[in-house]
């Protein structure tokens, strides 16, 4: 089993950055690839962004190009989700996600991961 907390989600001007950070305990880290995702209340989970199992790839949505950054520090077993330019549109729980498989690329489907943590809320105000 791999064990997700994902923290630094809260209320920001649009405009305004955020940092989210997902640790990971349990089961081996430095080898899992590692997505965000985000929901919006009505709307299905949608694919952020995306870092294979090394660090070396990443992937992210055209609607955060540009904005957001992912990124893995093996060593403390966490990914990050660097914010900027937020619009009020990013807002939704953030959910980090760790694949099932060892050594895989960053994949953008929900059903390319099998673990997921419990969300943080991003709210952006106009």
């Known amino acids: 089993q791999v064990q997700l907390v994902e923290s630094g989600g809260g209320l920001v001007q649009a405009g305004g950055s955020l940092r989210l950070s997902c640790r990971a305990s349990?089961?081996?880290?430095?080898?899992?690839?590692m997505g965000w995702f985000r929901q919006a209340p009505g709307k299905e989970r949608e694919f952020v962004a995306a870092?294979?199992?090394?660090?070396?790839?990443?992937d992210y949505a055209d609607s955060v190009k540009g904005r957001f950054t992912i990124s893995r520090n093996n060593f403390e077993n966490t990914v990050y989700l660097q914010m900027n330019s937020l619009k009020p549109e990013d807002t939704a729980v953030y959910y980090c996600a760790a694949t099932r498989g060892l050594y895989t690329g960053a994949s953008t489907s929900t059903g390319g991961y099998g673990y997921w943590g419990q969300g943080t809320q991003v709210t952006v105000s106009s």
């Open positions: 349990g089961r081996t880290f430095s080898n899992r690839a």
């Open positions: 870092v294979n199992w090394n660090g070396g790839s990443t």
